[in-house]
């Protein structure tokens, strides 16, 4: 899935050549759900430094799946 994204952060467009720093997220929450969990159009690659942002965004909002 990184690999289809091109090495580009979903949030920011930052392209990151080094695929230990890009993170696959999940849109909507999988929250366990298989379906979601899999579904590659709720996947979204980040950047390291975006997916900690919005990490933490959500886990301020009590939304961290
Ligand atoms: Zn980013």
């Known amino acids: 899935m990184l690999e289809s994204a091109l090495f580009t952060c979903g949030r920011c467009g930052h392209l990151e050549g080094d695929t ?3 993170v696959a997220d999940h849109i ?3 929250r366990g759900d298989e379906g979601r969990f899999w579904d590659r159009s709720n996947l979204q690659c980040l950047c390291k430094g975006c997916h900690d942002r919005v990490k933490q965004a959500e886990e301020r909002r009590g939304l961290h799946g």
């Open 20 to 22: 230990s720093k890009l």
């Open 28 to 30: 909507i929450p999988h």
